[in-house]
């Protein structure tokens, strides 16, 4: 009873009040049961047969409005039928009752149990009663989206019950529509009706009713939502033309019309939608327009000047070809007053047509190699002129090019083989010519023949790839070395045997033969051809080697660069090869490289070696620590296990527990790299150790871990080498970072974390208080890499933590390396703590950092002593660097004037950092810097004049000229007065800062003009 009363209220409220508010307490009580839908049908029967056309469509909205919330699941098929009845009578009735009873069919067309009958009675009374142009946009958006769901899930139903009446009655509602966003729907489903149904008599009609939609002229509005684009439109119109084979006859004259056009658009259009249509379309409708299509062509690629259309119009001629065999007859013929032209200035394009026609199809390449090649290679040995040459070698390569995407079976079918010995006569003479153009054409032409398939034997094909690496090894030009270490790549990709026995072997011997020379390009060949686990095998193990020889090679120890350049080759081998999908769930780099690396890396550490000063530099430190944290961050989860038991063991054994020794040789310094007091040459390896720890998955858990903390936290505090110290503040972060996920995974882990920050965060508080200044500063160091960890995870410590570093900025000898500090804690950090060493990061962590202290930042800057206000100031500029514009906009006013503010301060890292942020923040908050032009210009034109430092004059004018995208009625009262002091920057001493200037001062002069923003 009280189920009645309430729909009974409903219904009133909804039909007399216009109140919607309970329909959805209506729809739950009938999917709970409680009521039932044919009961609310006859609560509403009244309403719906009322005389008073408004009431009855009323009515029917909230049946319809109930529906949309019902599960599509809950209707039987007998209620399904007597809604669908109903509704359908409705469309018959006063056009006020359509739009309703067409959003209920809506609903209808998704019920799961929607008979077969009412399919068809769906469409009959849509085609029979209802206009679909005289229905608003959304109403007719109702009738597209009943048809689709028709479409998509009674497809046969439609087609077998319907056939030709629907796609009469689908032309009819479809005619004359205008809203992109309903074409988007209809060409959706006039593409599956195309497709899917006997088109008959219609099959003009319905080509009709979509292409006078063709060209697309559509330009969005900026404030668009539903964000619909030029290309979506087209794409579904495209797709419609090319749905039947049978709209040659109609899509072609139209497409040649439409070539015709001045218009760019519908020019690149045509040649698109024929390069798609051409592939579907008869053969017979195509061959009656070829001519005409190529003449259009021709005309385009010749003498349009445009890329775009050029490109397009190359893609079509590729797509005729490649469905007419005879097509190459015209296409001879229209070339050949190129070909044979004295004057070479349209045979690139004309190569160009040539080159597309042969893409088409193997028989095509065929036909135009075998009657263009003789004219070419007659011409090129007839011309003297190297520039003529260098033309015709170029359209020679193109051409060779074609040959590798088929694969001509049968030998004596190949188009190149009966011009084998001109080619490479032709070729080979032009590597000995001074011109480095023709020489680089020529290398090209090497490297295509070099790829061709089934073009000749396996002996003559390595002496090729001998020959190629022999003019590597010999050449100079670094465009032309980069030619043939791209086609050696290729090679190792598709026949790795032919390189591993022929370039692998003369690249190592290459190495020995002269210890002096700068063997980079050798290494990048190495690089190269590293594009398969074996091949990187390979090569890892001859770098290895040729690294142990130059160490026992005394003359070394003044290059330092032959390690760097060895370490970062592996570096970037190593990083290629675990991006690549072929080489994943390899563990050659883990269980060969890393160990053989550290190896040789250790022992020299306890050796009284002369190589320790180039073995160890800085640069040879972070290459090595870059391949081990590639290795290791990328570990196979299939062998955590093993990791977790062997690695991470002999890691800590060797580091931590004094657990190497060589057996082969007796040293007599002790391996002890995280004591402060070790060799320098082991405390340089911390940084090793780092990756190691820092790039391990969450899942492994490090044995001894608070045994190793205690132990970095030593060496941090008492190492007088700053980048070690760094390195294992950087371990501890870590560490401390994914702890808790270790607890998760290994019941070993029994170590606190908590109390350990707790003990820390005290022992580094005295330290900062009253310790030395170098303690101090490696207390520093280690706190704020503490705070990035704890920041990054969201950890419940990392309150404290931060305010203390806020505390820090007014502190007179700690302040500067506390606002730097915040720079370290918001952006992303190469070594480790980001997504690739797998570090624990919470989302939007910056945004919740900013709103969490920029407020006692500010409080802080004003009850600071003025001495240390920039501090503040500089750490307010590191937070708006990193946040994202839609937060920025909201939070950057009252911060505004605090930048402005910090121009002023003759601090050189504070200015650089807010020029720079004025500089992003000008892009996009305008209006916000718009207020403050009146302050800010004047400063940026003193700091344009910066006598002590270039970079801060170069981020000024900068930032000045990017000033002018901010409104003329805003700027345009300042012009004079920049362009006046610019042009005494004109005459700075540093060439960077005139060059600046003029960009700058150029971009002040169209302020108030047309021009302005164009260049």
Known sequence: ????????????????????????????????????????????????????????????????????????????????????????????????????????????????????????????????????????????????????????????????????????????????????????????????????????????????????????????????????????????????????????????????????????????????????????????????????????????????????????????????????????????????????????????????????????????????????????????????????????????????????????TQSDSHPMQQHKGSVDSILMSALNESDPRLKLSAAKGISAIALLNNFQPDVEREALVTKILNFYLCEKDPLIRNEYRSVMSRLSNSNPAMIMQTVLLKLSSQLNTDPVADHQYLFEMFEAISTNMKLVSTVLEQLLLHMKNKMSDQNSAQRPEDFQLITKTLCNICSAAVQDDKCIGSDILLTSLLPELLRIFIEFSTSEHTLKSALFSDKVIDNLSAVVRNIVSHIDERNFKGIESTLMNSVISVFHDNGYSDSKKQTSLPFRPLLATSPEAQLSLVPVFTSIIASLPQQIAIPKTQEIMETLLELTMHCSQQRTSTAASMCMAAVINKHSELLFFSEKAVWNSNDWLKNVQQRLSCSLKEGEVTRKKAAMTLWVWLTKALVLRSHPMAVNFVTKLIELLSDGDMGSLAAEGFQTVLFECEDVLNKNTHAVIRIMYRQRFFVENVGKLVEGFNTSPTDTKKNYLLAISHLLKVLPKQVLLTELPPLFPLMVQSLLYEDKDLQLSTLNALYDLTHDAPKVVAQHVDSVIPQLLTLAKHKQNMKIRIAALKSLGVMTVLSDHVILPYKSQVTRTLEQVLDDHKRLVRNEAVLARGEWFLVGTAQKGKT
């Open 1 to 408: 009873m009280a189920a009645s009363m309430l729909q009974n209220d409903v219904i009133r409220n909804f039909i007399t009040d216009g109140d919607n508010s309970s329909i959805s307490e209506l729809a739950q009580g009938i999917i709970c049961g409680d009521n039932k839908l044919l009961e609310l049908v006859e609560s509403l029967g009244p309403h719906l047969t009322d005389k008073n056309t408004s009431v009855r469509a009323r009515g029917s909205l909230l049946l319809a409005e109930v529906l949309h919330q019902l599960p599509n699941n809950l209707l039987l098929a007998k209620e399904v039928e007597l809604l669908c009845t109903f509704l359908c009578e409705r469309l018959a009735d006063h056009h006020s009752i359509q739009p309703p009873a067409l959003y209920g069919l809506l609903a209808l067309s998704n019920a799961a149990n929607l008979p077969t009958d009412c399919v068809v009675q769906i469409c009959e009374h849509i085609f029979l009663n209802v206009q679909n142009q005289t229905l608003s946009r959304q109403d007719r958006g109702s009738v597209y989206s009943i048809l689709s769901n028709l479409l998509n899930s009674h497809t046969e139903v439609l087609k077998l019950r319907l056939g030709t009446n629907f796609v009469h009655g689908y032309i009819q509602v479809m005619d004359a529509e205008k809203d992109p966003r309903n074409l988007i729907q209809a060409f959706r489903c006039a593409s599956q009706v195309i497709n899917t149904f006997p088109l008959g008599v219609f099959i003009e009609e319905m080509f009709e009713v979509v292409a006078c939609y063709f060209p697309i002229d559509f330009t969005p509005p900026e404030d668009d939502p539903h964000r619909i684009t030029r290309g979506d439109l087209i794409t579904g119109l495209r797709s419609c033309l090319a749905a039947s084979t049978r709209f040659g006859q109609y899509c072609f004259p139209l497409l040649l019309e439409k070539l015709t056009s001045d218009v760019t658009s519908a020019k690149i259009d045509s040649l698109q939608t024929l390069a798609t249509c051409a592939a579907v379309y008869d053969v017979k409708s195509l061959q009656e327009f070829q001519c005409s299509f190529f003449n259009c062509i021709k005309n385009e690629v010749l003498d349009s000047g445009n890329q775009k259309i050029e490109m397009s119009a190359l893609e079509a001629l590729k797509a005729i070809v490649s469905a007419l065999s005879k097509f190459q007859v015209k296409l001879r013929s229209c070339c050949q007053v190129h070909l044979n032209s004295e004057s070479l200035k349209y045979l690139p394009l004309t190569g160009r047509l040539l080159h597309s026609a042969a893409e088409g199809s193997e028989v095509a390449s065929v036909f135009v190699l075998g009657h263009v090649m003789p004219k070419l290679i007659t011409r090129y040995t007839a011309c003297t002129q190297v520039r003529q040459r260098r033309v015709i070698l170029e359209v020679m390569t193109d051409l060779i090019g074609i040959c590798q995407n088929f694969t001509y």
